[in-house]
């Protein structure tokens, strides 16, 4: 606790002499909340005392969904009011800060990923690789697996759908996989589950690239950067309704790209799956608007874009606000 409040102190102190020498027009400040938010709200008092547009850049849902609480709080609360503009990522914090932030001075800004990238690993990796498995769906989830990412649910509901299979890419303890294991002894001996521990990043893109849809139910998310991979390969994705996932996945839209689905449900995450199994052509056009949308809201040369817009005019270009709830590519 001494280091860390040292350390913050120190952040504070070159920081502020590099305003001082520098004189920036603006200052961009990255931040999780939480214990950062003492160091946030100092750092934007030294921006607004010198005549610097300080734009604090929320990487966080955690502002909309109750989890923080007293001093923490209320030390976010007065970083937002120094800064020039609050940069999140999701409608429902947006929602949750208007009752004391000014609705102007929040913004909604997204995550990137390299799309470029991407393509250069799926191109050396995946070119002629097919499905090991027959199976009327195959599932991957990709991420720690841990309790809070739905990891449990995802089985119990593939373990009541005849012919799915589920990948699950990351690293487990022993306790926990013995009893998702035991989970999916109700179908098939559990044949249909398969584990594939801690992978390189590159080797991601091929466990996804083979299987049919991504999952991601988690009980608690931000703007997670495995949809937009997802997203990017051309997968429909089933997520749960936290943080951004609705947004990235266009669930309100005419042309989703995936399904939503309410945390901690494995019924509602079975019916959601059943759904991809009765209608296959969907699969196809959910993964074209996936592919579609992260090419035009996500990649790294369109989120610059936007953040420099607000660096130079203090507000999302209008463009960017009206695609990001009517995008969809164009089908023949």
Same mark, same amino acid.
């Given at each position: 606790?001494?280091?860390?409040?040292?350390?913050?102190?120190?952040?504070?102190?070159?920081?502020?002499?590099?305003?001082?020498?520098?004189?920036?027009?603006?200052?961009?400040?990255?931040?999780?909340?939480?214990?950062?938010?003492?160091?946030?709200? @100092?750092?934007?008092?030294?921006?607004?005392?010198?005549?610097?547009?300080?734009?604090?850049?929320?990487?966080?849902?955690?502002?909309?969904?109750?989890?923080?609480?007293?001093?923490?709080?209320?030390?976010?609360?007065?970083? =937002?009011?120094?800064?020039?503009?609050?940069?999140?990522?999701?409608?429902?914090?947006?929602?949750?800060?208007?009752?004391?932030?000014?609705?102007?001075?929040?913004?909604?800004?997204?995550?990137?990923?390299?799309?470029?990238?991407?393509?250069?690993?799926?191109?050396?990796?995946?070119?002629?690789?097919?499905?090991?498995?027959?199976?009327?769906?195959?599932?991957?989830?990709?991420?720690?697996?841990?309790?809070?990412?739905?990891?449990?649910?995802?089985?119990? @509901?593939?373990?009541?759908?005849?012919?799915?299979?589920?990948?699950?890419?990351?690293?487990?303890?022993?306790?926990?996989?013995?009893?998702?294991?035991?989970?999916?002894?109700?179908?098939? %001996?559990?044949?249909?589950?398969?584990?594939?521990?801690?992978?390189?990043?590159?080797?991601?893109?091929?466990?996804?690239?083979?299987?049919?849809?991504?999952?991601?139910?988690?009980? $608690?998310?931000?703007?997670?950067?495995?949809?937009?991979?997802?997203?990017?390969?051309?997968?429909?994705?089933?997520?749960?309704?936290?943080? @951004?996932?609705?947004?990235?996945?266009?669930?309100?839209?005419? %042309?989703?790209?995936?399904?939503?689905?309410?945390?901690?449900?494995?019924?509602?995450?079975?019916?959601?799956? %059943? %759904?991809?199994?009765?209608?296959?052509?969907?699969?196809?056009?959910?993964?074209?608007?996936?592919?579609?949308?992260?090419? $035009?809201?996500?990649?790294?040369?369109?989120?610059?874009?936007?953040?420099?817009?607000?660096?130079?005019?203090? $507000? =999302?270009?209008?463009?960017?606000?009206?695609?990001?709830?009517?995008?969809?590519?164009?089908?023949?």
């Amino acid at each position: 606790m001494i280091g860390g409040t040292l350390q913050a102190f120190w952040d504070i102190v070159r920081v502020g002499i590099a305003l001082i020498r520098y004189r920036p027009h603006v200052l961009h400040l990255t931040t999780s909340a939480g214990f950062a938010s003492i160091k946030d709200a @100092a750092i934007l008092y030294l921006t607004r005392r010198l005549g610097i547009a300080g734009y604090l850049h929320y990487h966080t849902s955690i502002l909309g969904n109750s989890q923080l609480q007293g001093w923490q709080l209320r030390a976010a609360h007065l970083a =937002m009011r120094f800064a020039f503009r609050v940069l999140i990522l999701d409608d429902k914090t947006h929602s949750a800060l208007q009752q004391r932030i000014p609705a102007p001075k929040l913004q909604i800004l997204p995550n990137m990923i390299e799309l470029e990238r991407v393509d250069e690993v799926c191109i050396k990796m995946i070119r002629g690789t097919r499905k090991t498995t027959e199976a009327v769906l195959r599932c991957v989830y990709v991420g720690r697996v841990v309790p809070d990412k739905g990891i449990a649910e995802q089985v119990q @509901a593939c373990a009541q759908l005849r012919g799915v299979c589920l990948d699950i890419v990351g690293p487990v303890d022993d306790a926990y996989r013995q009893h998702l294991q035991h989970l999916a002894q109700g179908r098939e %001996q559990g044949q249909w589950l398969h584990f594939h521990g801690r992978v390189d990043h590159d080797d991601v893109y091929a466990y996804i690239q083979q299987s049919d849809v991504l999952l991601l139910p988690s009980y $608690h998310e931000a703007f997670p950067y495995v949809v937009l991979e997802g997203m990017a390969l051309g997968k429909p994705v089933v997520v749960s309704n936290v943080g @951004a996932m609705p947004e990235m996945i266009n669930a309100a839209g005419e %042309q989703p790209c995936g399904l939503c689905v309410p945390p901690r449900d494995a019924g509602a995450l079975r019916s959601a799956l %059943q %759904q991809l199994i009765d209608a296959p052509e969907t699969w196809t056009a959910m993964g074209r608007a996936g592919r579609y949308r992260v090419e $035009h809201l996500y990649d790294i040369p369109s989120v610059l874009y936007q953040i420099k817009a607000l660096w130079q005019t203090g $507000h =999302m270009p209008s463009f960017t606000q009206d695609f990001t709830q009517d995008a969809q590519p164009v089908t023949s």
